[in-house]
């Protein structure tokens, strides 16, 4: 298996601007999370989906952040219009839930630069 | 949320072991403990986990106090490619997971 996969690996960009994070989850898994990692707060969950659905979205930072997860296999991590202080690096994970204590993998991460 | 202390960092000579403690002293009896741990410019990767036994597997072995209040991640033997952060997390719910600051394990040659 690929593992997670995530794109872009890097993006920069300017203030203002829309940013569009993507993640396909591994083969099988059923859950998917997104996480943000700077220096100062370290790793934070944002949102996670389990069966496609947005179940808990308490950690999404304000309304110019949004997630979708129209299927199985796609995930986007969306922020318009983006502010310096969103830069960080965005992990997305996934799992097979089945009651509690599963795995998550991780992707590689998207670094993000907004100027 | 039941929370986790570990130290901020730990140093452990290569070929050694190493002991990296954490207490949850607020853990309730459904919470499962996790360790996960991030090399540098990675993403977190799953070390291990336990509910009330302790554990073996590949990678480590981890160490569960009688009453669950502290556990204790075991490297049997450092290699420099263990050099990352090391996250103890309780499961709060199914699929919930909260980072805390982690322990920075610094492996010296």
């Known amino acids: 298996d690929a593992g997670v996969i995530q794109s872009p690996r890097h993006e920069v960009t300017e203030m203002g601007q829309e940013v569009t994070l993507r993640c396909k989850p591994i083969?099988?898994?059923?859950?998917l999370f997104w996480y943000r990692q700077t220096m100062m707060r370290g790793l934070e969950l944002l949102i996670y989906?389990?069966?496609?659905?947005?179940?808990?979205d308490s950690g999404m930072p304000e309304d110019r952040f949004s997630a979708k997860m129209p299927n199985a296999s796609f995930s986007t991590l969306k922020i318009q219009p983006s502010e310096p202080r969103d830069s960080a690096v965005y992990f997305c994970?996934?799992?097979?839930?089945?009651?509690?204590?599963?795995?998550?993998?991780f992707g590689p991460g998207t670094r993000l630069l907004v100027l | 949320d039941a929370k986790t202390t570990q130290p901020n960092s730990m140093e452990s000579n290569e070929e050694e072991p190493v002991h990296l403690p954490c207490n949850h002293s607020?853990?309730?009896?459904?919470?499962?403990i996790h360790w996960y741990r991030q090399l540098p410019s990675q993403g977190p990767e799953y070390v291990i986990h336990?509910?009330?036994s302790n554990v073996n597997n590949r990678m480590a072995s981890l160490a569960i106090a009688e009453d669950r209040k502290s556990s204790t991640l075991i490297l049997h033997r450092a290699t420099l490619r263990d050099a990352a952060v090391y996250y103890c997390?309780?499961?709060?719910?199914?699929?919930?997971?909260?980072f805390g600051a982690g322990t920075r394990l610094t492996v010296k040659p």
């Open positions: 994970a996934s799992s097979f839930s089945a009651g509690g204590g599963e795995t998550q993998y």
């Open positions: 083969s099988g898994h059923n859950s």
């Open positions: 989906f389990n069966n496609n659905v947005p179940i808990d």
């Open positions: 607020t853990i309730s009896g459904t919470d499962y």
């Open positions: 336990g509910l009330t």
């Open positions: 997390i309780l499961r709060v719910h199914n699929n919930d997971m909260r």
